[in-house]
């Protein structure tokens, strides 16, 4: 049981390793992020996370890195999902996000 449960950490670790968190800052920074990453030798998959206004900006990375810099690359799968966040005051409201990984082309 312990095993499995190691095993589980483990790939959450990787999966983490290789994720990319969109925010703020402009597409070109997250295109090189995910270049780099993709760049490391052990990564044939990428993840590329954002939520509400950040979404727009997240495609757009993947697409400038997918079409220009990594052309081997595909869209191995895309989530969507709402979220609920509740601020300092207490207030709960929904935020959508998005979830998409490239993946090296076999």
Not at 26 to 38: Q, R
Not at 54 to 78: G, P
Request: proline residues 2%; glycine residues 2%.
């Amino acid at each position: 049981m312990a095993d499995e449960e190691a095993k589980k950490e483990e790939s959450t670790k990787e999966k983490e390793e290789h994720t990319i968190f969109v925010g703020t800052k402009p597409p070109m920074s997250y295109v090189l992020a995910i270049v780099t990453e993709f760049k490391k030798e052990d990564t044939s998959e990428v993840t590329i996370k954002a939520r509400g206004r950040a979404i727009s900006r997240a495609v757009d990375a993947a697409e400038i890195a997918r079409n220009r810099f990594v052309t081997d690359t595909e869209v191995k799968d895309i989530k969507i999902d709402t979220e609920s966040v509740t601020n300092d005051e207490g207030d709960t409201h929904n935020v959508s996000s998005i979830e998409i990984t490239l993946a090296i082309k076999k």
